[in-house]
């Protein structure tokens, strides 16, 4: 029979929470078996997506005010605080062992997840693309992302969620707004503790979820060594996640400012699309496209394809029809995939932010 890792690496710093699985991801190679990680953090913090803009999504000052240190994972998603009151579910598998669809992943991962909870007594289920609702109410999100060789897959057994910092932690306009994010969090977010008289210790849930892995995966499921090679990585991970480069550029740059006259005009906008929100930052010279820059909560693999769409609308007449073709092209070559995102959402977003 099949054999899949269990790591369980317990209660460990907010930056080793996120490093584990990327660690474990970098260091795959042919004979790496597939790896489940299971972690909690030990210190509260905030997470951003891998697209995301930092100074637009989180309130910094109020994370260094409160000592919240600000991560950013490798992931697709949005901003989102996080403490003990979760343990995170990660999957490092290889990219052979999971369906080709990223649709069919997502559906793969969650379903111990929804499983568990059912084992439990709460009727959670699959709200396509990637979340796990009860009654209306999401109990988590998952993510997904592609890792040297390794394909990743992450959510987490939502325990307890402290909603409020969650709606504190982001940058929005207006106090108004915030309690607005509040009473939609109340109203249509829900956990463990809510759904259950007496929530389970950690490690009984725990045993449950991976009985539930092992019957999805038709594998056995069976602890696991973590390899000198995995930490070395982790620790140089360490290091580096908690760097200013790591941390606010993405990894990628924008090209420099263009001279500002009557024909240039600096753009800013955004799109709520199926797979996610998608903003647009650019420099329009005479009708066209001089510099862009997407960000957003969505899903995109692989990652660096983002900088591929970028680079092809440089130039180009913002045009509904035009953009779409052009970005159409990249997703087919690169053969992008992003559930419930696609090449007509980036174009349109450039549209509405042009005005």
């Known amino acids: 029979m099949r054999r899949v890792r269990l790591v369980d690496a317990g209660s460990v ?47 910094l000052a109020y994370c260094a005010e409160h000592g919240l240190p600000v991560l950013r994972r490798e992931v697709g998603g949005g901003a989102v605080y996080l403490d003990a009151g979760q343990v995170f579910l990660q999957w490092v598998f290889h990219e052979g062992s999971l369906p080709a669809r990223l649709e069919d992943q997502f559906e793969l991962y969650i379903r111990p997840l929804v499983e568990t909870y059912r084992t439990l007594g709460i009727p959670a289920e699959l709200r396509p693309v990637n979340d796990v609702h009860v009654a209306g109410k999401k109990i988590g999100g998952t993510g997904a992302a592609q890792i040297g060789m390794a394909r990743v897959l992450v959510g987490s057994l939502m325990f307890d969620f402290d909603k409020r910092t969650m ?13 607005k994010i509040v009473a939609s969090l ?49 620790r140089l991970l360490d290091e580096r996640f908690l760097t200013r480069e790591w941390l606010e550029p993405r990894g990628r740059r924008r090209r420099g400012s263009v001279k500002i006259n009557e024909d240039v005009h600096v753009v800013e906008g955004a799109l709520k699309a199926p797979g996610g929100l998608v903003r647009v930052t650019a420099t329009l010279y005479d ?14 693999l692989p990652a660096s394809g983002l900088s591929a ?21 990249v997703y087919h070559e690169l053969d992008l995939r992003s559930p419930g995102l696609g090449p007509e959402h980036f174009a349109e977003a450039i549209v509405q932010a042009a005005g």
């Open 167 to 179: 709606a504190r932690v982001l940058k929005v306009p207006s106090e108004k707004m915030r309690d």
């Open 287 to 300: 009708h066209r496209i001089d510099d862009l820059a997407f960000s957003g909560d969505f899903t995109l």
């Open 13 to 59: 710093p907010a930056v080793r929470s996120q490093t584990v699985y990327h660690a474990a991801a970098r260091a795959l190679d042919r004979d790496t078996p597939d790896t489940i990680i299971v972690v909690s953090p030990s210190e509260p913090y905030v997470c951003v997506g891998f697209h995301q803009d930092l100074e637009q999504e989180v309130d």
């Open 309 to 329: 769409l970028e680079e092809a609308v440089v130039g180009a007449a913002v045009d509904l029809d035009a953009l779409t073709r052009a970005l159409e092209d």
């Open 186 to 234: 109340e109203g249509y977010m829900t956990t463990m503790r809510e759904q259950l008289a007496q929530v389970p210790p950690r490690d009984e849930v725990l045993a449950v979820y991976v009985d539930r892995c092992a019957e999805a995966l038709g594998a056995e499921v069976a602890p696991g060594a973590w390899t000198d090679e995995e930490e070395a990585a982790a």
